[in-house]
């Protein structure tokens, strides 16, 4: 079966700034993939051509079989394509219930705002955030906008979901706990394409790893290879972590 998503020489151009630069990348249904790199690297620059925010300046964009280069946001969401922001953005006059149901609505997978709201409540409470429901968005702490954020995604009922460093500031518990939900996340069979700065995270969660370096794709395998690339090293791990790592055959 061919891959769910990929991307064919695909570039983003800012002005005179090369955001992408000719990514090929193929990602195969169930996989879980490590997206990492440097900051400015690019990452948020691919979800967002991915999802539609962006369009891409040259190339194609390739999901469950369709070309999906032009499409539009709310059209990306109703395909299949979910995301994470990397700043959250709740609506925070909204309760936490709404705002999962209005991504249900966006993403087109409630044909009724009963249905979506139903669909909302199942996510929240599988993120953890029944309690809060009524709660105003805007009053939650950061862990908790963190899971509201995966509930929104979810409730699209995605394929691919895109997670933006959605651990980014958690504590070591709420991390122990957010890795548990993105395990569970895929074992409903939702693909997974991780953005995340922490390597422990990174190394535990995924079964590849690509590498973004000034918009560019410099590597792309599993993680026992990645972490000892030699241009991985120098342009993101730095060798004092290529020399803790231990030694794979
Ligand atoms: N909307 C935009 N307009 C102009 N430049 C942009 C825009 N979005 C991103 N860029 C630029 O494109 C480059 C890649 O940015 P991007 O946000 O994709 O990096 P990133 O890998 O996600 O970095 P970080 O790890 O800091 O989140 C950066 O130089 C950034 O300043
Ligand atoms: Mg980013």
Known sequence: MSALLELAGVSRA??????LSSVDLAVQRGEVVGLIGPNGAGKTTLVNVVTGVHRAT???????????????????ARRGIARTFQIVQPFSAMTVLENVTAAALFGGAARSIAEARAQAREQLAFVGLEQAADRRAG?????MRKRLELAKGLAMRPKL???DEV???LNAVEMD????LIRGIAARGVTIVIIEHLMKVVLSLCSRIVVLHHGELI???????IVKDARVVQAYLGRRYAEAQPAHG
Request: hydrophobic content about 45%; charged content about 20%; proline content about 4%.
């Open 219 to 225: 590597a792309a395998g599993k993680p026992s290879e």
């Open 167 to 169: 651990n980014a500031g």
């Open 14 to 19: 800012f002005g005179g700034l090369r955001a």
């Open 139 to 143: 009053a939650l702490t950061l862990a």
């Open 58 to 76: 040259s190339g194609r964009v390739r999901f469950d079989g369709e070309d999906v280069t032009r499409l539009r946001p709310y059209q990306a």
């Open 161 to 163: 979901l895109l997670l």
């Open 177 to 180: 706990a957010a890795l548990a």
